[in-house]
């Protein structure tokens, strides 16, 4: 069974839109990171959250973590067409060793 | 800096052949991992080595597959006799040797027919 998973496979928005993507996850954590993959291309981190912060911010990009619940949410705001990607959380208790979710595929519509 | 470097971007193999994939880090990176992709199976860790020494292997296939790292700039990923569940695409990563984030390559997609 998966580690972490997304709680959707895929999202559709609006360009402008807000959207929320949701990870839980089955282990315990040092940290816990978000990426993006868009097609064509290997991932490439979003924001890494550490299992003793709650909030962080990069842009338009924020991440919530709840290690009692062990559980992650990335939100984005005013979307963009450019942010039409599949979204995955990776928790680690390792530094180097990333189990990534199934992934959210979003698409962001002009 | 040109990012990870992954060659070939595609191959196709028959079955029974052998493929080899090779990844060229970050310069000044001591951490080069190797992951492989599929629709079914999601991202799947396979290997990872530090300063070249490997150091975790546990997602390799225990057999036909095998991953070297002679020198700081380049790692490869061997697949003996290619089965066609070999197909899939095959990420290569590097980092800080102490660091979490991790920068992919844009994989190797292999077919094998």
């Known amino acids: 069974s998966q580690l972490a998973e997304e709680n959707s496979w895929a999202l559709s928005v609006h360009e402008g839109e807000s959207v929320t993507v949701n990870c839980s996850y089955k282990?315990?954590?040092?940290?816990l990171q978000w990426y993006r993959q868009k097609s064509g291309k290997g991932p490439a981190q979003l924001i890494l959250?550490?299992?003793?912060?709650r909030e962080k911010r990069n842009g338009r990009l924020r991440a919530t973590l709840d290690t009692s619940s062990q559980s992650s949410s990335l939100s984005i705001t005013a979307t963009r067409c450019e942010d039409t990607a599949v979204y995955f959380c990776?928790?680690?208790?390792?530094?180097?060793?990333?189990?990534f979710g199934t992934g959210t595929s979003l698409l962001v519509d002009p | 800096n040109a990012g990870v470097i992954q060659t070939p971007r595609h191959k196709v193999t028959g079955k029974g052949q052998e493929a080899t994939l090779w990844c060229e880090p970050i310069?000044?990176?001591?951490?080069v991992f190797w992951y492989r992709q599929t629709i079914v199976q999601g991202l799947e860790f396979l290997t990872y080595?530090?300063?070249?020494?490997?150091?975790?292997d546990s997602g390799m296939p225990k057999e036909r597959f095998s991953a070297q790292m002679p020198n700081q700039s380049h790692s490869t990923l061997k697949i003996q006799s290619t089965q066609p569940q070999d197909s899939a695409v095959y990420l290569c990563?590097?980092?800080?040797?102490?660091?979490?984030?991790?920068?992919f390559g844009p994989g190797t997609r292999l077919t094998v027919l």
């Open positions: 282990t315990s954590i040092t940290a």
């Open positions: 080595f530090r300063n070249q020494a490997p150091i975790d």
């Open positions: 990776a928790p680690s208790n390792m530094g180097y060793k990333l189990t």
């Open positions: 310069s000044g990176h001591s951490a």
């Open positions: 990563a590097s980092s800080l040797v102490d660091g979490y984030e991790q920068y």
């Open positions: 959250i550490r299992s003793n912060e």
